[in-house]
């Protein structure tokens, strides 16, 4: 069975870091390209970030870049998000999701989500 | 970056009832169309990848068709657990995107 488990969120300031963690198991980590999608609340989803099976490959969306750095230990299974100089509208439920096939495809399994609130 | 809009903002309908829903990219984005579900409180779960295949588990009653630009998730005859909010998603560029979404609510 495919799991998948965000955490790291929490309140956080503005111009604060936070760093998120998502664990997987039930596939092999290894061969999959990763992303982090996030939701503002009562809001619909935005994919944030890409990373490729093996690092070799990272994309961000524009609102994010130069601010968030993705990056994954395959021998851990897990991947990461690293958040800085954060600001109100990052304000998300955070999900990690794995696409369907290899580094490319669609979003298959998701996890629960970790929420960041960014506030003084 | 494409821009998804979907249609209509919120559909209201009765179990049993044909669910018609209707995703429009800004460019071609060939057959690079995914839909997803997801019910409050929970993450979206994946019904349709590549504008028409049904993901592993989704019943039959959901499909989805089109290509380039105008795409259709249809849902046969709707179930109580249909009810939920649909969103359709692009792969063919960068960024990926999504679109704002359709509530399929009880009427």
């Known amino acids: 069975e495919v799991q998948v488990a965000e955490s790291g969120g929490g309140l956080v300031q503005p111009g604060g870091s936070l760093r998120l963690s998502c664990v997987v198991s039930?596939?092999?980590?290894?061969?999959?390209?990763m992303n982090w999608v996030r939701q503002a609340p009562g809001k619909g989803l935005e994919w944030i970030s890409l990373?490729?099976?093996?690092?070799?490959?990272?994309y961000y969306t524009d609102s994010v870049k130069g601010r968030f750095t993705v990056s994954r230990d395959n021998a851990k299974n897990s991947l990461y998000l690293q958040m800085n100089s954060l600001r109100a509208e990052d304000t998300a439920v955070y999900y990690c999701a794995r696409l369907n096939y290899g580094d490319y495809g669609h979003f298959e399994y998701w996890g629960q989500g970790t929420l960041v609130t960014v506030s003084s | 970056e494409i821009v998804l809009t979907q249609s209509p903002a919120t559909l209201s309908l009765s179990p049993g009832e044909r669910a018609t829903l209707s995703c429009r990219a800004s460019?071609?984005?060939?057959?690079?169309l995914g839909w997803y579900q997801q019910k409050p409180g929970q993450a979206p779960r994946l019904l349709i990848y590549d504008a028409s295949n049904r993901a592993t588990g989704i019943p039959a009653r959901f499909s989805g068709s089109g290509s380039g630009t105008d795409f259709t998730l249809t849902i046969s005859s709707l179930e109580p657990e249909d009810f939920a909010f649909y969103y359709c998603q692009q792969r063919a560029g960068w960024p990926l995107t999504f679109g704002g979404g359709t509530k399929v609510g009880i009427k």
């Open positions: 039930g596939f092999t980590f290894s061969s999959y390209g």
């Open positions: 990373i490729s099976s093996s690092s070799s490959a990272t």
């Open positions: 460019q071609s984005v060939s057959d690079y």
